[in-house]
């Protein structure tokens, strides 16, 4: 008789074996936890990691990419990434020989399937503590192709993406580890004599992958939006190509490399992870889609292509996960903290120059006005507050640069400048212009504070589109059963990943989550202190529901990992 035998133990699993079991007591309990710290400080990750990771950065920059070690390539060097600050990056990277690496992909697949599952798990882990270890030159990296300022690169393309992609990780293992490796099966029975005589059989359950995964990279976000993807196709067995943006391949190819370099020390082949990047104009990502070979895909980026990946899937059978645009959604009712409201608005809608899918767009306030610790506040002077809230945050050029960054693309740079036709059109008021800022280390930056448009609840066909970048829409209503109707019916038809109320009222609170249960949408209370509706806290917070046309699944619960994977089982009598 034949019996099914636990692969042998791997070194990484004793090595990270507390790591794993930290990270799922976390995420069973929805607790804080944070593997890697957020602080670039120098007591944190040591005096010189700053400039080592700044120099590797500069190491990089007008030369051939040579991280990846040996590539599927058909001999092109592709790349053309220009900073948001002005420099172009001047690298290149090895363009795919899609046959060979598809082929390669799936040739490595079913060593890496038979390892088993908290073997993979625990090398994806040895991945991101690599990764962690190169946190600043990954900031740079990404500071220089997203536009985001320092300090938030540092965190949230490095430490905070390293806890999405620990918690993928551990999703994936968890989920796997649902169903035994092999279990004895006995069925009470008697034979014909009326003896004793059970029906026994042995069932093993096989984890076996779905096939090669596709990561399709956004240009703001590379490794906070890629990593949850990438890691939960890895650690449950499928190979993954990353097809980066064209204009922010340097962060991915970063980790693709340690990837590589990881799969093979751990004995593995490194071509388990790819990177694909764009050769001009080729739209690889379209052309990725439609291989055969090709399972999974996620996506993060605009609706249209987003829309079209979910039904070139359906047709084809792949799983598709896409994160593509919304309209993220305040009401504001009332308030016993107006000052800590107008400060956590300001903030979210000035961070990263509202470039986040998080931002919030669309704030509606009862044109009567609001009760507020400070009195009625009527609906134009709480404009003018926000407004003034926002131009003391951002009035220093010097200061401001630091939370604006600088903008990402043509299309943010010309939402901010053209505020006033915007108004003119939905036959609003400009409350607030979006004033260009001087970068004082980068002249050639275009940086851009948040405006500010007040308009009437009935110009839905203005305000229900998202305008991405650092525009804020004020929405006169008559009264906050209108704000929540309009932010339930817009959120469901057109999408949102964020939402948040401001009121003091019990009532008004329970209506807000109903009206939010039935959008499908997160919803944030009363936000005044140190948490912001843009932020979501990797093991506790789900970064979208997969609810609502914003998304269809989220970073990171059961559903977003389970079906990469499916289960076979052998059985025999004994």
Known sequence: MTTATAPASHPFVDKHQSVLDEAAAALAARSYYSRYPESPSPRVYGEGAAEAGLAA?????????????????????????????????????????????????????PAWRDAGARTRAAVCV???????????????????????????????????????ALESIVAGLVEQERIPAS?????????????????????DYRVVPRGVAVVVGCNTFPTWNGYPGLFASLVTGNPVVVKPHPRAVLPLALSVAVCREVLADAGFSADLVQLAPDAPGEGLAKVLAERPEVRIVDYTGGPAFGAWLEENGAARGQLVYA?????????????????GVLGNLAFSLTLYSGQMCTTPQNLYVPRDGIATDEGTVSFEDFGARL??????????????????????????????AGLAALAEEAGGTVVLDSREVTHPAYPEAVVR????????????????????????????????????????????????MTAAVYSTSEDVLDAARDAAADAGVALS?????????????????????GANPAANAAYVDAAFVANRFRVVTSRRHV
């Not at 994160?323 to 000052?339: F, H, P």
């Not at 003034?388 to 010309?414: F, H, I, P, Q, S």
């Not at 202190?529 to 806290?537: C, D, E, L, S, W």
Request: include cysteine; aromatic fraction near 6%; proline fraction near 5%.
């Open 57 to 109: 950065y500069e190491a990089l920059r007008d030369n051939a990419f040579g991280g990846l070690g040996d590539v599927r390539t058909d001999g092109q060097w592709v790349g053309e990434e220009v900073s948001p600050y002005g420099p172009a990056l001047g690298i290149t990277y090895p363009h795919l020989d899609l046959d060979a690496a598809l082929t390669a992909a799936a040739d490595a697949m």
């Open 126 to 164: 040895e991945i991101v503590e690599r990764i962690n270890q190169r946190s600043f030159e990954m900031a740079h990296a990404v500071m220089h192709t997203t536009g985001q300022p320092f300090v938030m690169a540092f965190q949230a393309a490095g430490p905070h993406a390293q806890d999405r």
């Open 323 to 339: 994160e593509k645009a919304g309209v993220n959604t305040v009401v504001v009712d009332s308030t016993d903290n107006l000052r």
């Open 449 to 496: 504070a948040p405006g500010l448009v007040s308009m009437d609840a009935s110009r839905e066909d203005v305000y229900t589109q998202e305008c991405f970048g650092p525009v804020g829409f004020l929405i006169a209503t008559a009264g906050t059963d209108q704000s929540l109707a309009q932010f339930r019916d817009t959120v469901r038809e057109h999408g949102a």
């Open 525 to 545: 209370e009363n936000l005044t202190g140190p948490v912001f509706v843009n932020q979501t806290a990797a093991f506790s917070d789900l970064h979208g529901t």
């Open 183 to 203: 279990v004895v099966w006995e069925k009470p029975g008697r034979d014909r004599q009326g003896n004793p005589a059970p029906i026994r059989m042995q069932k």
């Open 387 to 416: 407004a003034a809230a926002v131009g003391k945050l951002t009035g220093d050029d010097a200061k401001a640069v630091e939370l604006l960054g600088a903008t990402v693309n043509d299309g943010v740079r010309a939402n901010a």
